[in-house]
């Protein structure tokens, strides 16, 4: 089997927005969280993951790094808590902050919270399979993502390099009328 090309695509550093649609079980999610953890313990970058609604947070949230823990690196430690995700390198540094997790239906909320030197933001799921009758795009769905966007990549003097965040936006489907595609003017 072939996984998704993570290396080719991290390669469009000019890109703001970056979709990338492809089959269930091509490596999409595990890639970009493998890389978001790479980041982490190279540069001290975090990532900001993103669900629709507030109730997916915890859902999300739970075993987060279950997978990568056990395949990629295990002698880390991963935790989840209020919204943040943690990680331990040795008992003897404890716990540091690695990434934020947020609902675009809290997009108000965000405006309120200070986010600190993330690289990037990750909506999985973007494009919601149309045979799924239990999900919904929100009313003004690009326009929250577009706020969320600003809120968590406010410019940081002391970080310039990250005013150059990429949101990826992860699905197994295309869609026509998925309000991104509209929005970004993917036809």
């Known amino acids: 089997m072939n996984y998704y090309d993570w290396p080719k695509t991290f390669s469009y550093s000019k890109a703001k927005w970056v979709f990338v649609i492809s089959a269930r079980g091509y490596g999409k999610t595990y890639g970009i969280r493998k890389q978001c953890v790479r980041d982490y313990i190279k540069k001290g970058y975090r990532f900001c993951e993103i669900v629709r609604y507030k109730s997916e947070v915890p859902i999300v949230a739970k075993g987060y790094f279950n997978k990568l823990q056990r395949q990629e690196f295990p002698e880390f430690s991963f935790k989840y808590e209020a919204n943040q995700f943690y990680i331990m390198r040795s008992e003897k540094k404890g716990w540091e902050l690695i990434g934020y997790i947020g609902a675009l239906t809290d997009e108000q909320l965000a405006k309120k919270v200070t986010f600190d030197k ?16 239990y999900k919904r795009y929100l009313p003004r769905e690009f326009s929250r993502l577009v706020g969320l966007r600003s809120s968590v990549t406010r410019p940081d003097p002391e970080h310039p390099e990250l005013d150059k965040s990429v949101v990826y936006l992860l699905g ?16």
Not at 120 to 128: G, Q, S, T
Not at 172 to 187: K, M, Q, S, W
């Open 172 to 187: 197994n489907a295309v869609d026509y009328t998925c309000p991104l595609f509209e929005a970004l003017r993917i036809d």
């Open 118 to 133: 993330v690289k990037r933001m990750i909506f999985d799921e973007a494009v919601i399979e149309h045979k799924d009758r």
